[in-house]
């Protein structure tokens, strides 16, 4: 396995998402072999030999069985990535199957990464309803995790801005709170330079506001691994997308480029 920190310059992100899978591999998610595309997606990250780590950030299953789960585990087992693979729950999963089934070495239930001048934290959003809520205690575990001399990249299921289409119905309910934290720790001379997320099954890149504005640091958005969801209509819509996911390159002086891959 492949070690997290590295000498060279910048270190290298994959962040996949939303895989959305059934129990039966050849099942199907308005139309598309959502089990195809996630091994699809893997096969490319795996034979990129500049990644150094990689987050899957939520909604492993669809229909919460068992055996979804299993079929996670062994598509990312057999896609032999060579890097650890870090995860968080979704508002479709349940964090004990995570923890029983997401146990292979490929796995680390850290939440927390510190690697070359970055720290990654990994913030739980999953509620008791498809919306999204981060407790304060999950905040306030944040803050104390923070170190001042690094730089910090957030990664969360659910989207702390809207987006602007129907999946706003299902975001983050307490956004008002959340990023007065932020705005907080950020005011504390902590450096978080961005926020990634999943959820939305679109890539979406949203600027951080000027201050007072709620939003003080850039959110990025991860397209799923199952299906692009259709902005312009008013439920879950599928369009034909190529299932993709997100690269981030951060850099020892606190700068992030990031960009889209979509395997053919």
Same mark, same amino acid.
């Given at each position: 396995?492949?070690?997290?920190?590295?000498?060279?310059? @910048?270190?290298?992100?994959?962040?996949?998402?939303?895989s959305h899978l059934?129990?039966? @591999?050849?099942?199907?998610?308005?139309?598309s072999?959502?089990?195809?595309?996630?091994q699809?997606?893997?096969?490319?990250?795996?034979?990129?030999?500049?990644?150094?780590?990689?987050?899957?950030?939520?909604?492993?299953?669809?229909?919460?069985?068992?055996?979804? #789960?299993?079929?996670?585990?062994?598509?990312?087992?057999?896609?032999?990535?060579?890097?650890?693979? #870090? #995860?968080?729950?979704?508002?479709?999963?349940?964090?004990?199957?995570?923890?029983k089934?997401?146990?292979?070495?490929?796995?680390?239930?850290?939440?927390?990464?510190?690697?070359?001048? +970055?720290?990654?934290?990994?913030?739980?959003s999953?509620?008791?309803?498809?919306?999204?809520?981060?407790?304060?205690?999950?905040?306030?575990?944040?803050?104390?995790?923070?170190?001042?001399?690094?730089f910090?990249?957030?990664?969360?299921?659910?989207?702390?801005?809207?987006?602007? #289409?129907?999946?706003?119905?299902?975001?983050?309910?307490?956004?008002?709170?959340? +990023?007065?934290?932020?705005?907080?720790?950020?005011?504390?001379?902590?450096?978080?330079?961005?926020?990634?997320?999943?959820?939305?099954?679109?890539?979406?890149?949203?600027?951080?506001q000027?201050?007072?504005?709620?939003?003080?640091?850039?959110?990025?958005?991860?397209?799923?691994?199952?299906?692009?969801?259709?902005?312009?209509?008013?439920?879950?819509?599928?369009l034909?997308?190529?299932?993709?996911?997100?690269?981030?390159?951060?850099?020892?002086?606190?700068?992030?480029?990031?960009?889209?891959?979509?395997?053919?």
């Open positions: 396995m492949k070690p997290v920190v590295k000498a060279t310059n @910048p270190l290298v992100i994959a962040q996949f998402s939303d059934f129990a039966d @591999p050849q099942g199907l998610h308005h139309g072999n959502v089990f195809l595309h996630l699809q997606v893997l096969a490319d990250i795996a034979k990129r030999a500049d990644i150094d780590l990689v987050v899957f950030s939520g909604d492993l299953s669809q229909d919460h069985s068992e055996q979804s #789960y299993q079929n996670f585990a062994r598509a990312v087992s057999q896609a032999k990535l060579g890097v650890r693979v #870090y #995860y968080l729950a979704g508002n479709h999963d349940e964090q004990a199957l995570l923890t089934h997401l146990n292979q070495a490929e796995f680390c239930q850290d939440k927390t990464i510190t690697a070359n001048a +970055w720290q990654l934290h990994l913030l739980d999953k509620s008791g309803t498809p919306a999204g809520f981060v407790r304060q205690e999950e905040l306030s575990s944040l803050k104390a995790k923070l170190d001042k001399d690094k910090h990249l957030l990664v969360m299921h659910h989207h702390p801005v809207d987006v602007g #289409y129907f999946i706003d119905r299902h975001g983050l309910t307490n956004q008002v709170d959340f +990023w007065q934290a932020i705005n907080e720790m950020q005011h504390s001379s902590i450096k978080i330079e961005a926020i990634a997320c999943g959820h939305v099954h679109r890539a979406i890149v949203l600027p951080k000027a201050l007072p504005s709620k939003q003080s640091v850039d959110v990025y958005t991860c397209p799923a691994t199952s299906i692009a969801f259709d902005p312009s209509k008013e439920s879950v819509s599928s034909n997308l190529t299932p993709s996911y997100r690269l981030f390159y951060l850099y020892q002086d606190g700068h992030i480029n990031s960009e889209i891959i979509s395997p053919r």
